[in-house]
């Protein structure tokens, strides 16, 4: 018990608990959700799109990509082991560019973990910063975004399967729970073990200690895209909806 005292009391003197670099980077306090840039073809206040439009998914589901140079060879293959993931379970295609108009860049130096959701014409970025990102399932996360996803953790029909304990989120980001007003249901339930479900305590003012995300069902234990090492088979299920194959 004196033990416990003397930890809460060195804790407390230390101040809030480390956060995780690898979920650090996936709380950018400047993004929406933490980790997502933008939304193709969506005005601000409009952004809740869990699945965007057919005009925002990539054509035939191919995915012309370029790596920025600052990617390592090391890095390269990490990513290029979360595309074989999209590969072996979708009919979605990472493909290095051939002169596509519309490509995504991915650059590991960058700050952050990052992608916009959806295709947004031109080049467009996915950041997987070499500082907290380079894992199977971060990158997976990202190219998710990249193809027209939100997270789960938002989804409209959240609040059946978890609570949003906000007496624990850091000040000033709450807005990172807001439920998705314009979603588009791709037919699969809510899945805790969902890729794009953030851990228990995403943006927690207490990392570690005090749960922000609290599965209604308490056999549940949530966990953060960089501790998962594949999509969900509903992921997978979903995205072959969205891309009608
Ligand atoms: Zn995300």
Redesign the pocket.
Known sequence: MKLLLLAALVASVAGTPTIPQAAKA?YNPDLS????KGIAGQEPGHERAAILGDQYLWSGGVVPYVFGSSVSSSEQSVILDGMADFHAKTCVRFQHRSGEADYIEIVTNDSG???YVGTIGGQQRVSLDTYGCIYIGTVI??L??AIGF??EHTRNDRDDYVVIDFSHVISGMESNFNKDTYWRYVGEDYNYASI?H?GTYAFSDNWGIDATIVPTDPNVILTE?YDKYEMAQSDANEINTLYSC
């Open positions: 996936m959700e933490g980790d997502i973990c990052w992608s996360h990202e998710m975004h939100y997270h794009m953030y895209a």
